[in-house]
């Protein structure tokens, strides 16, 4: 920690100090929006697969779900409970040391396992075996009216996969009143005060190598088209 000499920001804090603070508040803010899905408020907890790992098959293979689940998921979960063992952040709802820990580069580490365990279990409720299809009635206008149709809400989605350069997400969130496609990198999870993530697509090349090699467009494409489960964005925004 830098002994400034001159602090700027209240109680001594150093100007730098002061602002990624402020900076992790308004943060902790916008992290209110996350939903409370199931099996996502509770820190010390891996929820298992909604699922069994062939079910996704051949979509997914149950080999890559194995890795990705025990071994990727399960390596996260496990680096969060070793990295907040003892600190504030121990006993908190996932959800909370997200929010607690995002814009703060200080708790990189913590915010990254955590949302990176938070974002896992979220995408393995995105995918079904059988999804795909027609969403329910209430998203499906929702989607109309923000993307002309649902044909053109699932390409949306794809490209956001496609332009994600590196490791990431692709996500369907509600921003305000308007239905979106969205693309983060890394651990990071589009949310704010208007903004709610609805769906995520995992775009990490775990999720997809062992089965498609380099050809994540084919991955992409095959999960929305097979796998997405309409449902339960429908409960992330409140309209079956
Ligand atoms: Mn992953």
């Known amino acids: ?80 409970l070793r990295l907040i063992a003892g600190t504030e952040y121990a006993g908190m709802p996932l959800d909370r040391i997200v929010a607690a820990t995002a814009g703060r580069p200080d708790r990189a580490a913590i915010f990254n396992n955590a949302a990176q365990t938070w974002n896992h279990t979220f995408y393995w409720r995105s995918l079904k075996p059988k999804g795909g299809g027609e969403p329910p009635a209430g998203l499906k206008r929702r989607i109309e009216s923000s993307f002309g149709s649902v044909g053109a809400c699932r390409k949306a989605l794809a490209e956001a996969a496609a332009a994600q350069f590196g490791s990431g997400w692709a996500w369907l969130i509600r921003d305000g009143g308007t239905l979106k496609a969205a693309r983060t990198p890394n651990a990071e999870i589009p949310a704010g005060k208007e903004v ?40 992330n925004l409140g309209a079956a």
């Open 196 to 235: 709610v993530p609805l769906l995520v697509i995992d775009v990490w090349e775990h999720a997809y190598y062992l089965d498609y090699q380099n050809r994540r467009a084919a991955y992409v494409e095959a999960l929305i088209e097979k796998l997405l489960n309409w449902e339960f964005a429908a409960g």
């Open 1 to 80: 920690m830098n002994k400034n000499r001159h602090p700027t920001g209240p109680a001594g804090m150093t100007r730098r100090r002061f602002l990624a603070t402020a900076a992790g508040s308004a943060l902790a803010a916008a992290f209110g929006g996350l939903p409370r899905f199931a099996g996502a408020a509770e820190p010390l907890i891996l929820p298992p697969l909604p699922f069994g790992e062939g079910a996704l098959e051949p979509v997914i293979s149950a080999r890559t779900i194995s890795f990705h689940y025990g071994k990727h998921h399960r390596g996260y979960f496990d680096n969060l």
